[in-house]
């Protein structure tokens, strides 16, 4: 399933969404850095395919051949990142 970087809405669409293309819902463009599997804020240039050429504005729309729609269960929310690395703590620490 894919979903919207934005809004983290379900979207319809193929599995290469063109350039223009945007999102039903938040009208965020979908062929963009952060909808990309490849996407990490830690690696180089903050792509793990190294021979994708740079992109400075990881939400706009781009040419990226390498793009790939990011599954939905890549998507990990904030909070619970945060609770996972609190709960070792947690036990060890318990009163």
Known sequence: MNVCYSCKKH?????KPGRS???PHCEADLRCCLNCRFYDPKSSNQ???TQAERVLD???GNFCEYFSFK???DTVAPDSLKQ?????LDTIFKK
């Open 58 to 60: 990881k939400d706009r």
């Open 47 to 49: 792509c793990r395919e």
């Open 21 to 23: 293309e945007t999102c």
């Open 11 to 15: 979207i319809p669409v193929v599995e």
């Open 71 to 73: 599954d939905s269960s």
């Open 84 to 88: 996972e690395k609190q709960n070792p």
